[in-house]
């Protein structure tokens, strides 16, 4: 019931906070159109007026990209070096508003307003930041503990056969549950964050942790059904993506209207993901702990 | 008496096993070389050893004073022989590392000892610490006509890095492993002004040459072992101590090779009147159906359009990984392919290189070419077909890869490996293995000689290159065919097919492409549609039709196109106007410029320099055409959902 109830006022809260959400967007999109569009401008001027263009109607054509030679460099170079760049812009840049976000779907009903948005932005911006690379890390070395030993140990032990395929299988789904425990420590530590009056690092990672842990029965699998929603979101959106090839120009505007339309939709289910965790964690907050047996405190 | 007789009854013996017919009916070839061997594999000490008679006939008009063996095997001696010279590496530092072949006895047919007149040669590179090429002074010069025998005790050591050779723990693969014969080539053959022997040293990229001869062998070794042969196994017997004796034939090859190892899972197949051995590891044994499939559509192919595969034994071999150096090489009746444990549906490398491997049994196996002095006439025309192959039967676009949205011809390949080097001009396409400078070895004998090959079919037509082939086959087969000679029937086909369309003979196309370092590259430069003031003016000075709107009749339009390279072919050019109207134009490719103007369609809406793309020496396609309203829907739409991806994939990554 607990989980409904959060899960709702979740949703609702992300709803209400659909300015953040269209400033996460907007920004978004202009940072990776700054990467995006000088690219595409060197494939227009690689191809110039050249009718190759239609043996890429089916596909890579390898030829084809071969025969772009210098112009091929600096695509290629975009890719390697711009590409980092921007995801690591990117990831300052989802940081920062993720404090405005929080901010906007904490307890108040109040839609906060574009200034106060970006206050909190800034406010949060150095907690948030280091959350983010403290889960992260954490991330990485339980991939390494759960993932990449047990196959690694199996894959040196002789061919990959059929067992090391099972170990793969299981030890993804053992990570796959450890990183939902992950997630919901940081959403805790940041709802924390954002609604404690002194704001400290430490104190955040170890209320996400004991919050976790400590609502276990009720967090996880709250948090379960928000990533099993993302996940069939996400994996619908790239389906559909993939296979829609518009082959006119007023096509192509469609779908990069619709392909914005869904990143919105994405935007707004992460921040029913943090509205869900927020409410969670003010219900919890208002349940006072049964007294010990004996009575005194 | 009795002493002089014996030989000569044993050599007769050997002579006459060696000319009769076991496989085929007739003898392929004229046999001028032929080889005896009674061999025993030492698993522990990772030698050969044992005993080869063989003979040499002196077919020339002369009188020769010398034979000429190869001893492969010595390159592996020390990292100072031209092998590893070349390659700067070494064959590792353990005795049991190197490789060698040492003669312990050498006779001839009399039973004279020539130990005493036996040397090596440098021909190549006079690096006195190679011992790859064994001269022996006859003690009596061979007149025409003569057959010179000889009976040698020999012991090869194999390498334990394998490079097409070699051992690997339990897994041998035993190739140049004899002494074998050079060949003798009488003046005129191959454009030879004088006779002599041409036998090379052992070189780092380079392939073989040799005699197409009878190979009669006996091989002795565990019995556990599976053995591969390019030869048919006449007899298998149990000898002592869980040894087996195989006994092997084969007629009219160029080279003996075989494999020994206990892991080898043996398949059998068959092609006609081919039957087909495969060994391979256990762990790939999901692919036998695959490899079947590639060897079978190159025996159709080839035999279709080259001429028959005239033996009725074919064996082939997926090294497992720890031979690895043995993949990927051909012994006409035996070669190795190359794949991997896993090896997706989609990918298609272990079929490429079986297909490959198995063309080599025409181009160099039957069509016995030189590989040390002309190796485009096998790799290069080698790649070419097993591109035609590839591409026939995985797909025109797909032959080497078939990925949903990544799609690769196999002849894709060759050409970029060509037209994208930076070295693709630094030496013409007819310059002796070894000589290729900066690693332009494989770029130059593989690829750009398979691109000139598909550019030579892009003027003559598919059906005339095939005829081209049948023609080569006919007159070549079990002969040694030079790079002239391949010209001389492209010349002869080409001139009865066109007539003087292209002029008195095809030599100008091997004098750009074979023998020329330039390249090739066509450009539309510009299109220009101007509406004519004269027909303008005519048109408000004309009562009837002033001001009526002007109709497209009234353009000039004008195609402006530019030869870039050096090379000049003669090239199509489609040319597309907005009233639907289509011209093909044929331009001979000479000018460094060209321009065709046209009154009467209206404006060009599009031109296109080779629209089937079928010169695939051109280095830039992209310039090939040009339009007046280039396609930017294919740049936007993958902008966009570029732009989709990357913004899923922060937002994903962040928390």
Known sequence: MKIFKSLSSGALRSLRSWKGVLIIWFFSLILISVFVIPMKGTMRTGFGSSMITERLRDGLDIEVISDLGPYLASLASYFFSGFFFVIFLGILLNTFFAGGLFQSIKGSKDIISVPCFFRASARYFWYFLGLYFMIIFMIIFFAFLIVGLPVGLTLQSGTPGPMTFIIGIIAVLVFSMAEVIFLLVADYARAWLVSSEKPAFFKALGFGFSETFGHFASSFPMMLILMVIQLLFGALVILVIRSWTPVTGGGVFLLFITTQILFYIKTLLKAWRFGSVTSLKETNKNIVPPNPPGGAL | ?655
């Open chain 2, 1 to 655: 008496m009795k002493k002089k007789v014996m030989p000569f009854v044993v050599l007769l013996t050997f002579a006459g096993s060696l000319h009769s017919q076991i496989i085929n009916k007739e003898p392929l070839s004229p046999r001028i070389t032929g080889y005896n061997i009674d061999v025993k594999l030492d698993t522990a000490a990772k030698t050969v050893s044992g005993t080869m008679k063989a003979f040499w006939v002196n077919t020339s008009s002369g009188t020769v004073p010398d034979i000429q063996l190869h001893m492969y095997m010595n390159a592996f001696r020390s990292r100072n022989s031209t092998l590893y010279k070349e390659s700067g590496g070494s064959p590792g530092k353990k005795d049991l590392d190197l490789g060698w072949i040492n003669i312990s006895s050498f006779t001839d047919g009399n039973g004279t000892d020539l130990m005493p007149l036996i040397h090596y040669i440098h021909p190549d590179d006079a690096n006195s610490a190679d011992s790859t090429v064994l001269q022996v002074i006859l003690p009596k010069p061979a007149r025409p006509g003569d057959t010179v025998f000889i009976n040698v005790d020999f012991e090869t050591k194999l390498p334990s890095r394998i490079r097409r050779t070699g051992f690997s723990g339990e897994y041998f693969f035993v190739a140049q492993w004899f002494p074998k014969f050079g060949v003798y080539e009488p003046s005129g053959m191959r454009q030879r002004s004088q006779s002599g022997w041409n036998c090379h040293q052992f070189h780092v990229n380079s392939e073989f040459y040799a005699n197409h001869s009878v190979y009669d062998v006996k091989i002795t070794l565990p019995e556990r072992y599976v053995v591969g042969s390019g030869g048919m196994l006449i007899n298998e017997s149990v000898a002592d101590s869980n040894l087996k004796t195989l006994t092997l034939r084969a007629e009219d090859i160029v080279d003996f090779a075989w494999t020994a190892w206990p892991g080898y899972k043996v398949f059998t197949d068959k092609w006609e009147h081919v039957s087909i051995t495969l060994l391979l590891p256990e762990a790939r044994v999901k692919q036998v159906d695959r490899q079947f499939t590639a060897v079978k559509n190159a025996l159709e192919y080839l035999t279709k359009n080259v001429g028959p595969f005239p033996w009725p034994h074919l064996t082939f071999v997926d090294p497992p990984t720890i031979g690895s150096g043995a993949s990927g090489m051909e012994y006409t009746t035996l070669f190795t392919s190359m794949s991997a444990d896993r090896m997706p549906e989609w990918m298609h490398m272990g079929e490429m290189v079986t297909v490959h491997e198995f063309g080599h049994a025409y181009f160099m196996g039957i069509l016995a070419s030189n590989e040390f002095e002309e190796p485009w006439m096998d790799e290069g025309i080698n790649s070419f077909w097993e591109a035609r192959i590839m591409d026939h039967y995985y797909g025109e676009n797909s032959g080497l890869m078939d990925y949903r949205y990544l799609k690769i011809p196999d002849k894709a390949y060759s050409r970029l490996t060509y037209t994208k080097s930076d070295n693709r001009q630094v030496v013409s396409n007819n310059e002796y293995s070894w000589n290729y400078p900066h690693g332009t070895y494989g770029m130059m004998s593989y690829n750009k000689a398979a691109t000139w090959l598909y550019s030579l079919m892009g003027v003559i037509g598919e059906k005339t290159t095939n005829e081209v082939f049948r023609e080569y086959y006919r007159k070549w087969a079990f002969r040694h065919p030079s790079g002239k000679d391949f010209v001389n029937v492209v010349n002869e086909v080409v001139t009865k097919t066109y007539g003087d369309k292209f002029g008195a003979d095809m030599n100008w196309f091997f004098d750009e492409t074979l023998y020329g370092t330039g390249i090739c590259d066509y450009r539309v430069s510009n299109l220009i549609n101007k509406k004519l003031p004269s027909e303008k003016k005519m048109q408000e000075n004309d009562s009837l039709s002033k001001g009526l709107p002007l109709n497209d009749s009234l353009y000039k339009a004008v195609v402006q196109m530019e030869r870039l390279g050096e090379v000049m072919l003669p090239v199509d050019v489609l040319v597309h106007f907005k009233n639907g109207d289509e011209i093909l134009e044929n331009w001979d490719g000479k000018a460094r410029y060209k321009d065709f103007t046209y009154l009467g369609h209206g404006k060009i809406e599009w031109v296109k320099i080779d629209p089937e793309y079928k010169n695939r020496m051109d280095v830039n396609f992209i310039n090939n055409s040009r339009t007046e309203d280039p396609d930017r829907v294919l740049i936007r739409r993958f902008a966009d959902k570029l732009i989709f991806l990357m913004q899923l994939y922060i937002s994903a990554i962040t928390l």
